[in-house]
């Protein structure tokens, strides 16, 4: 087990350069995305590389709001 945020949930592979692949899993309550270095062949092994902090500053530029299909707003990600 890895420490999560609340609601943790959802996770997207991508492969590393080299070989393996790192998780990038979602939290519900959170606004972080946590990248785990996946150890597959021996999950004891896998360790929590980063974290990524998904609100936006409110200095930051952002996108416009949604104007269609608002069912598939806020897909596990939380907006600020």
């Given at each position: 087990m890895l420490p999560?945020?609340?609601?943790?949930?959802?996770v997207n592979f991508g492969t590393k350069q080299g070989s393996g692949y790192y998780a990038y899993v979602a939290s519900?309550?959170?606004g972080w995305?946590?990248?785990?270095?996946?150890?597959?062949?021996h999950?004891?092994?896998?360790?929590?590389?980063g974290r990524i902090l998904l609100i936006a500053d409110?200095?930051?530029p952002t996108d416009?709001?949604?104007?269609?299909?608002?069912?598939?707003?806020?897909?596990?990600?939380?907006?600020?």
């Open positions: 999560c945020d609340p609601g943790c949930h959802g519900k309550f959170s995305l946590i990248i785990v270095d996946a150890g597959l062949s999950p004891a092994n896998s360790s929590t590389a409110k200095s930051a416009d709001g949604v104007t269609g299909l608002p069912a598939w707003e806020d897909r596990g990600l939380m907006r600020s």
